[in-house]
């Protein structure tokens, strides 16, 4: 990760009464996770315009703080690796291939979600716009789109060449940006910081190359050893000092993201209803899974952004586990949209494989989204058991709608709409309860 765990962010969820201001932070002090305002220097003023300028650590207190249309495009990037991912799960899946397909998905997304939040977590403490920074920024965009070319021959032929090559280019250009950091550091502690994050993933390069030349059994443990070292560059690199993310800026990245790959989900599904339209005749036969697949998605978004997490991350702890859960969150977000995919192949005869199998392809991510999303930051805001239980209830509940057979993706679509009902009916009730009790008992 390019820069500290996840913080308080602003919050793609809407503003908290108790949280930061969704137009910067709370007046009411710094935030407990990281440094007081004078640990982070404040960028130059907008007025200099100079092509190139010290890359210093930006206020974590700096006001109406918002992702950049170059971080826009940096996502849209992204999004295209992971409709390759994608792609290429719904074709293992359907050739009868589930086992080998989700390996590979899983080591391919973890390059695509590793390389993003690395850049997502430095911008948000670092990004300085100069012209330097952006031509960095694309040749990591650069990166990631010589990944995305090679992920048919990772699933296809077991050739992770072009893979590792476009993760690569991404993090050495990552390392450059921490370099650049160390060097106009004005702080020995954060000059360190900056130095062992370049170091460790420079480091980390080395290990990644072993995937070019170990057989294919293993891979799958290399893989492993790498994701373990990986994850602990950023706990080493701030281990005394802690970088100067924006809280509300990281909370909104994240928030984006999420969008986006249901954006891309919805894409998918909806070419794959047409294909099935077009060539097969099958409007009947698809009408069921596209409603289902339309509400799964819709409620997927509702409960991500229903309540605002980051008045919850206030220690490192914190948010590590917020930040390296939401690898769970995007690639099962995207894992549904390939399920779609696969049902829609199966219900029209182009995919030989079970009802059952096509199904679990859409409710097994699904039920995944739902129980991380509880875990990651909804249960910290829910209020007595009825309220706890909901999700993972909900999440139980699609598990057993594998078993209905067609109609199985357009009942767990309908699970989850009652879920995304009886969470606001049992949050207006609490709400209501709450505000008829006197004040004194309010206090």
Known sequence: MSSSPPPTGPSPHGPSSTGPSPHGPSSTGPSPTGPSSTGAHPVPPSDDRAPVRRLKARDRHERHRAATPLELLFDLCFVVAVAQAGVQLVHAVAEGHAGQGVLHYAMVFF?????????????????????????????????????????SRAFEDDDWAAVVLGYMIMRLAMSAQWLRAARNAEETAERTMALRYAGGLLLCQVGWLGLLFLPAGGRGWLFLAMVVLELCVPAFAEREHQSSWHAHHISERYGLLTIIVLGETVAAATVAVKSGI?????????????????????????????????????????????????????????????????????????AHISTLAATSAVTLPTALFLITVWALHARHFKVGVAEQVVLPAAALLVLCCTFLGDPGVLVAGLVLALAVAAGVMLTARRASREGSRPASAAT
Do not use: C, M
Not at 117 to 130: I, K, M, P
């Open 278 to 350: 077009d060539e097969h005749d099958a409007l009947g036969e698809l009408l069921p899974v596209a409603a289902g697949g339309l509400l799964i998605v819709f409620a997927a978004w509702w409960i991500y952004f229903v309540v605002p997490v980051h008045g919850h991350l206030r220690s490192n702890r914190q948010g590590f586990l917020w930040g390296y859960g939401h690898y769970l969150v995007f690639a099962s977000a995207a894992a549904i949209g390939a399920g779609l995919e696969v049902t829609v192949e199966q219900a029209v005869g182009k």
């Open 111 to 151: 390059a695509i979600w590793w390389a993003w939040l690395n850049f997502a977590w430095f911008a948000s403490a670092y990004d300085n716009d100069d012209v330097l920074y952006r031509i960095v920024t694309l040749v990591q965009i650069a990166g990631v789109l010589v990944l995305a070319a090679g992920i």
